[in-house]
Nanobody, 124 residues
Framework: QVQLVESGGGLVQAGGSLRVSCTGS????????MGWFRRSSGNEREFVAA????????DYADSVKGRFTISRENTKHTVFLQMNTLKPDDTAVYYC?????????????????WGQGTQVTVSS
């Protein structure tokens, strides 16, 4: 059973930065693309970013492009999401997920394992 655990969420002022992390328990972590999604109150789950298994290819939602950076350290079974220039609209629960292949995808249905999420709150 693969488990994903997010951490690093918290409260930050608009314009500030925060980094959330996701650590996987699976030995084959480096074989799969990883993604970040978020869900805010009253909204559907939204794609944020994804990274290929080798870390070469990344993909971002237009709403976060240029502000967020996804990265991974496969030896630590960890994927990161560095969030800069945060806005109140970024407030959400952030979830990491493991894909079904090595390639990036923005579709939630393409991800198999999901973490429990970490709350990010951005104040104005």
């Amino acid at each position: 059973q693969v488990q994903l655990v997010e951490s690093g969420g918290g409260l930050v002022q608009a314009g500030g930065s925060l980094r959330v992390s996701c650590t996987g328990s699976g030995r084959a972590f480096h074989w799969y693309a990883m993604g970040w999604f978020r869900r805010s109150s009253g909204n559907e789950r939204e794609f944020v970013a994804a990274i290929s298994s080798d870390g070469v290819t990344t993909d971002y939602a237009d709403s976060v492009k240029g502000r967020f950076t996804i990265s991974r350290e496969n030896t630590k079974h960890t994927v990161f999401l560095q969030m800069n220039t945060l806005k109140p609209d970024d407030t959400a629960v952030y979830y990491c997920a493991r894909g079904r292949s090595s390639q990036t995808t923005s579709r939630a249905d393409d991800y198999f394992y999901w973490g429990q999420g970490t709350q990010v709150t951005v104040s104005s």
